[in-house]
């Protein structure tokens, strides 16, 4: 009952069109219970009594009231789909901002299946709360009323014989249709199954078909959609019991109507029009009466989805934004550590007191084995997660002390993987600032040497680029992550082994892009391919969650720890190679100044030239 009023409450909002049914609601049984009444003057007065001046006005009126009924149908219809439709709309918005607002805990404890069952299926269901099933209840029950209300008036015996049985057939649909509320969510959440089943093949179609799995994800596919078969058979049988009862309720009155009414009829204590007025009264009355069981069906089913929508509504973000939080005042870039503890399982810490230092402008090259923690780090740094304990400081300033958009306005970040949107290349360089102008995006493009390829294309940057970028090759794609960085303009940069999976033409190309990238901004360099990081300012070896070793590259080459084991199995049996000439020292940047990186249009113009030979 809680989560049901909860739902009406969170469609107060619409109050005016909610209302406005429920008045044409119940409008319409009592337009429609007054043609009973014309019929039977027509049989008693008319027909019988051969009153032929009175056929006309009888017809006339019962005419308008069939028309007015009938309009007035119309009106609730569209009442209904409009009641109905916005409400899906507003919880499924809700649901999506949600989503948004959720941790990366959440992404990484829940399958995105779940998510888009809540919004394609359960969203519906809600609606149907107050857009069909509380109308129709009302509905119903003013029907119910009224016609009992006609019905007593004209013959009470045959009212009260008829009356009878609705309340007990009533008590009987309650019993039948709780079931259907546990059996409604447990359908919805082995659908979700199905979906998740489904993402997970097509997604790794490659790997299934290389390995010989096709017959095994079919079977174990089937085993899932026969666990849905079963449930949704369980669901049909109780259907099919509640459809049976409204033909015996319908069937039942009929009987007693058409028996008890013709015996009145023959012993003069009723007349032939009153006893077929109660019987169009009775199809007026009794069998919308009788769609309380498909409407406390439907109210089951309903109830099971709310508490699914409002479950996942109810989620708390772990990251949470400070009322208080200001925007980073003159941002330079300086990152640091002060003791920080971190486990996405708060008993199972990935992170243990790790402390550094990274000066406005300085790279830092994260290294290490697999797993050590070097992404969790960078991951701290976007806030993505917060501390268990410890701080990450940007320019001084606790990151829990800034906005979250503030953060993340200042951070530039090209992954292992780039994900690009369904669109054209215009549109995906335009999601890092949505205001870039024409020249700016071009300048970017240029900058990222995205240019060279974009040009030659049929459409430019008006060229469509697939389901994540599928019609372009992991090197353009690079380059255009590249860009869409340049058009931010972040003061900090995080560079997530992007180069692995790069051909050596492409990997020339976009070294080129992230040196003028690089240029000014505090970078953060994830990488397992040593020779890419020898020229960072400092080093950090991350090893089991701690920073075992920091310092430039000779200076762990020197000390002979991870660092040069690492790099000894990189390059076996050759000599170690010298040190590239050594940046500028590390050197604070003074309070209320600015390192800038140069601007987009002077990048592009250092830019390599499209077309340009690479050997």
């Not at 009302?138 to 008829?162: E, H, V, Y």
């Not at 309650?174 to 659908?191: C, F, G, H």
């Not at 508490?307 to 300086?334: C, I, M, N, S």
Request: proline fraction near 5%; charged fraction near 20%; include cysteine.
């Amino acid at each position: 009952m809680r989560l049901f009023v909860r739902s009406l409450r969170d469609c107060s909002r619409l109050w005016l069109a909610w209302v406005s049914l429920l008045l044409v609601g119940a409008l319409i049984p009592a337009l429609g219970l007054l043609l009973p009444l014309i019929e039977k003057r027509l049989i008693d007065d008319v027909l019988i009594a051969r009153k032929g001046g009175m056929l006309l006005t009888l017809v006339s009126w019962y005419g308008c009231i069939w028309f007015a009924s009938t309009a007035s149908h119309f009106v609730a219809a569209m009442l209904r789909a409009l009641l109905s439709e916005k409400i899906t709309l507003a919880f499924r918005q809700r649901v999506f901002e949600h989503c948004e607002r959720l941790s990366f805990a959440f992404s990484r404890q829940d399958h995105s299946a779940r998510t888009i069952a809540l919004f394609s299926n359960d969203v519906p269901s809600i609606a149907a709360l107050p857009g069909g099933i509380i109308p129709g209840l009302i509905s119903c029950l003013t029907s119910l009323i009224i016609g009992l209300a006609i019905m007593f008036k004209l013959n009470w015996q045959l009212a009260l014989a008829a009356g009878l049985l609705p309340p007990a057939i009533a008590g009987i649909a309650v019993l039948l249709t709780r079931p259907l509320r546990p059996l409604s969510r447990k359908a919805q959440e082995v659908a979700a199954q199905i979906t998740l089943r489904l993402q997970e093949n097509l997604a790794g179609l490659r790997e299934v078909v290389a390995f010989g799995q096709g017959a095994k994800q079919s079977l174990r596919f089937m085993d899932t959609l026969q666990d849905l078969l079963r449930i949704r058979m369980r669901l049909a049988i109780i259907d099919t019991g509640i459809q049976t009862g409204q033909s015996a309720l319908s069937l039942s009155i009929t009987l007693v109507i058409l028996g008890y009414g013709g015996y009145l009829v023959l012993h003069d204590q009723a007349t032939l029009g009153t006893m077929i007025a109660m019987r169009s009264l009775f199809d007026l009355v009794f069998l919308p009466a009788g769609q309380v069981f498909g409407l406390c069906a439907m109210g089951q089913k309903a109830l099971a989805s709310v508490e699914r929508v409002y479950e996942f509504l109810d989620q708390t973000p772990k990251v949470q934004e400070d009322p208080r939080a200001h925007l980073p005042v003159k941002p330079q870039g300086a990152i640091t550590f002060d003791r920080v503890r971190f486990g996405y399982d708060p008993e199972q810490p990935v992170l243990h007191d790790v402390s550094f230092s990274v000066l406005a402008g300085e790279v830092v090259a994260l290294v290490g084995p697999s797993g050590a923690g070097k992404s969790t780090l960078t991951s701290l740094i976007l806030r993505f997660y917060d501390p268990l304990s410890g701080r990450v400081l940007l320019d001084g300033v606790d990151l829990r002390e800034l906005t979250l958009s503030g953060i993340r306005q200042q951070i530039g970040v090209v992954f292992q993987d780039t994900f690009l949107f369904s669109g054209s290349i215009r549109e995906n360089l335009a999601f890092a600032r949505t205001d870039a102008s024409e020249e700016e995006i071009v300048a970017a493009a240029r900058a990222a040497n995205a240019w060279e390829f974009i040009e030659r294309l049929p459409e430019g940057l008006d060229t469509q680029v697939g389901e994540r970028g599928t019609r372009l090759s992991e090197g353009q794609k690079q380059r255009l992550a590249v860009a869409r960085v340049f058009l931010r303009d972040p003061r900090i940069l995080i560079l997530d082994e992007p180069t692995s999976a790069l051909d050596a033409r492409s990997e020339l190309l976009f070294q080129e892009a992230l040196e003028r990238l690089m240029r000014g901004r505090t970078t953060f360099i994830i990488a397992h391919r040593l020779a890419t990081v020898r020229s960072a300012h400092q080093i950090l070896v991350i090893d089991g969650g701690r920073i075992a070793e920091q310092g430039t590259h000779s200076q762990l080459l020197s000390e002979g720890g991870l660092y040069a084991e690492l790099f000894g199995l990189q390059f076996p049996g050759s000599p170690l190679p010298l040190p590239p000439p050594p940046r500028e020292e590390r050197r604070a940047v003074k309070p209320g100044t600015r390192n800038d990186a140069p601007g987009i249009v002077q990048m592009a113009e250092t830019a390599a030239p499209a077309g340009r030979q690479v050997l």
